[in-house]
């Protein structure tokens, strides 16, 4: 699909992302549906975007609503009384960048159905409009983080952890910060003032862009610290020991405390989990959709993704960053966090990714097949990118669905071996891109 990453429509504003393709989604989208709901994250284009998608929708006859600045988890949950929920963001990436998530009213994502469906009509302009008299109407929508909030609480045992919040002034600052206070949390925050901007930091939760929150947690001796990405679909975490704990390691965390027998994980997951697993572990394609696809068709209990993505099916079947920060810092009152990380078995992992020039993505993608397939590996999964299974761990190879980066996951049972995957690996992946 030419439009429709791994996660939804995002691109460069003012080049990518127009007002004019925002009218042809919201259009597309009305066409379909009814009754729309709309929000956006703190993005400084995005009123730009919440007006022309909703001229969009309007235009066919259908109503749009707007549910304001909220993460995204509270327009999915919001969603579920209307026929569609478009969520203006461009998650984690730079603040240059904007988007369009697309939800279903039980919280899940465009299917690849349904965003085949949606690149069919916006680009064959095959949507009608309604004439003067039929033109929908826009409303507002009150009450979306009220409603979040009250179901985490419904569902999240009470705490009183010491937690500091990294809300990276993303859309999390109109709920994480409020959610926590309520759970019975003492939080002191950071960047929790929303600037599409994003002055305190970029808006993905990495180790490196996250280094006030892990010089507070050591200052202040807190239980917990927590970061969200610019929308609030993510969540990663420290202990109280200012160790990062990447999103393979909360995946196993998560697995462990909710006794999870099914899991649903993407290709680029841990091993760690089939050692934990007593069930089965279901791999998929990187992206929260496919995750959420593969839960429905399976009933698996639990699914998420390294980058902080998690999905909670008896929840929501969308990835609810601020869920998991809550149960997060509720699973504190079983005793220390760092303990429950050591418990978990580690393997060294190296995570890379190499920039290449948009235009040359179907050259480079001919290259890899050619490549990984002559690489002589014990199995080669080809269910997204490249994942090359060797004794010693796995490689996968992938281009990603977000933007122009080849990205390279590596994962072995020990040192040595990751060392030898890896430069294995990295040859490959630099005479592709030569």
């Known amino acids: 699909m030419s439009l429709f990453g791994s996660s939804g429509i995002r691109g460069l504003v003012g080049q990518a992302i127009t007002p004019e393709l925002a009218i042809s989604i919201g259009a597309a989208v ?18 730009m975007m919440v007006n022309a998608l909703s001229a969009g929708i309007t235009s066919t006859g259908a109503n749009a609503s707007y549910a ?15 026929d569609c929920g478009l969520m203006v963001t461009a998650s ?43 033109v929908g109407r826009c409303a507002v929508h009150t009450g979306a983080v009220e409603d979040h909030i009250s179901a985490v609480l419904d569902s999240v045992e009470a705490t009183d952890a010491d937690v500091i919040l990294d809300c990276g002034c993303g859309a999390t600052t109109s709920i994480s910060p409020i959610l926590l206070r309520k759970l019975g949390c003492s939080v002191v925050g950071i960047n929790c003032q929303p600037d599409g901007h994003f002055p305190g930091r970029m808006p993905e939760p990495t ?35 200012g160790r990062f704990i990447d999103g393979d390691r909360l995946l196993a965390l998560f697995t462990v405390f909710l006794g999870a027998r099914n899991v649903v994980a993407p290709v680029d997951a841990s091993m760690v989990l089939d050692d934990l697993v007593k069930g089965k572990v279901i791999r998929t394609k990187v992206g929260d959709v496919y995750v959420a696809e593969a839960l429905k068709a399976s009933g698996a209990e639990f699914g998420g993704e ?81 994942r090359a299974q060797f004794e010693e761990g796995w490689s996968l190879v992938r281009l990603s669905g977000t933007e122009p980066k080849l990205r390279l996951t590596v994962e072995a049972r020990n040192d040595k071996d990751l060392k030898g995957l890896v430069s294995t690996a990295d040859k490959v992946v630099r005479r592709c891109l030569r």
Not at 212 to 223: C, E, N, S, W
Request: proline share 5%; aromatic share 8%.
């Open 30 to 47: 009305g066409s379909l549906g009814r009754e729309v709901l709309l929000a956006k994250d703190t993005r400084t284009s995005g009123d």
């Open 306 to 386: 390294p980058s902080g993505t998690f999905i909670f099916p008896e929840e929501t079947y969308c990835p609810d960053g601020v869920y998991a920060a809550a149960l997060l810092a509720s699973m504190t009152g079983e005793g220390k966090l760092s303990k429950m990380v050591d418990d978990v078995p580690r393997y060294p992992v190296l995570r890379a990714s190499y920039p290449f020039d948009a235009k040359d993505r179907k050259r480079l993608e001919s290259r890899l097949d050619q490549a990984m397939r002559s690489l002589g590996c014990l199995e080669l999964v080809t269910v997204d990118g490249y």
């Open 68 to 82: 304001g600045m909220v993460s995204t988890p509270t327009l999915a949950r919001a969603a579920e009384s209307y």
């Open 207 to 241: 180790e490196e862009n996250l280094t006030t929150l892990k010089q507070m947690i050591l200052k202040k001796k807190v239980d917990v610290g927590i970061a969200h990405d610019g929308d609030g679909d993510r969540m990663v975490a420290f202990d109280e020991k």
């Open 92 to 134: 984690h990436n730079p603040p240059e960048y904007n988007g369009v998530k697309m939800w279903n009213p039980d919280g899940s994502a465009f299917d690849s159905a349904q965003m085949r469906q949606m690149e069919g009509l916006i680009e064959g302009r095959s949507y009608r409009l309604a004439d003067w008299r039929g």
